[in-house]
């Protein structure tokens, strides 16, 4: 009976993580460390952000976007990690401030519809909780990330 149970558990243990042919981690780089996939995107989103007009950076809304990053996604985000969702500290340099802001204020609407949003979610195999942020709030995790990239 111990060698049918253990039979199972290692055939669902293999059905569950599949194979790779190249034995390679996916969207991992030769040197290990994840890359995201690759996507063309030049949607504003949906939602109430139709136009963003970005200057230099505001360090003021830099420091508040930083203290709402790390209340409300250092859980799942790091800037250069892949963690529970993808790293975000090139995301400005990848999507239009517009799309940012809408998909941090409509965020259960985009996901059920924004092609490449949905395609986030069945990578990581997780949504994105809503954090019921503001224009203002938002505005100034965009201005964060916006310093985060420029640091990079």
Request: aromatic share 8%; glycine share 6%; net charge negative.
């Amino acid at each position: 009976m111990k060698l049918f149970f253990y039979i199972i558990t290692a055939s669902l243990i293999y059905i569950g993580c599949g194979t790779r042919e190249d034995n390679e981690p996916e969207n991992n780089n030769a040197s290990g460390n994840y890359t995201e996939p690759q996507y063309e995107i030049n949607s504003v989103g949906i939602g109430p952000v139709e136009k963003v007009e970005l200057g230099s950076i505001n360090q003021d809304l830099v420091q508040q976007g930083e203290q709402i990053f790390n209340s409300k996604c250092i859980a799942c985000h790091t800037l250069e990690e892949k963690r529970l969702g993808p790293p975000l500290g090139n995301v400005t340099q990848k999507l239009r401030p517009e799309f940012i802001m809408n998909y941090l204020l409509n965020t259960n609407e985009m996901q059920e519809k924004d092609e490449y949003l949905k395609s986030l979610v069945k990578e990581y195999n997780i949504i994105m909780p809503d954090q019921n942020l503001n224009e203002s709030e938002a505005r100034s995790v965009l201005e964060f990330l916006r310093s985060a990239a420029q640091n990079q």
